[in-house]
């Protein structure tokens, strides 16, 4: 079992920037590739980004791609979601999830984890 809890979410202002965090606990974190999803109110969980194991690769949707970047710590069992220049549609409840093999494409589909946070909250004003 892996647990995992995200944390970093506020209230900004457009323009602005956050750090999200995923800690986790339980097996090697290190073993498992973590994606970042978020979900606005009314609408279905969407796919952010995804790194895989290492941090060697990762990929991202084309509407955060240049703003956002995922990074990881597998010494800290952490992964981050630094997001930039933060517009008011980017507001939604940040989750990561996590799951053994990193595989483009099918990290975007949220029933491929295993593993879910229980979200933290991002609210961007304009």
């Known amino acids: 079992q892996v647990q995992l809890v995200e944390s970093g979410g506020g209230l900004v202002q457009t323009g602005d920037s956050l750090r999200l965090s995923c800690a986790a606990s339980?097996?090697?974190?290190?073993?498992?590739?973590t994606g970042w999803f978020r979900q606005a109110p009314g609408k279905e969980r969407e796919f952010v980004g995804a790194?895989?194991?290492?941090?060697?690769?990762?990929y991202y949707t084309d509407s955060v791609k240049g703003r956002f970047t995922i990074s990881r710590d597998n010494a800290k069992n952490t992964v981050y979601l630094q997001m930039n220049s933060l517009k008011p549609e980017d507001t939604a409840v940040y989750y990561c999830?996590?799951?053994?093999?990193?595989?483009?494409?099918?990290?975007?589909?949220?029933?491929?984890?295993?593993?879910w946070g229980q979200g933290t909250q991002v609210t961007v004003s304009s």
């Open positions: 999830a996590a799951r053994r093999t990193f595989t483009y494409g099918a990290m975007g589909v949220s029933r491929n984890y295993d593993y």
């Open positions: 339980g097996r090697p974190f290190s073993s498992y590739a």
């Open positions: 790194i895989s194991s290492t941090g060697s690769a990762a």
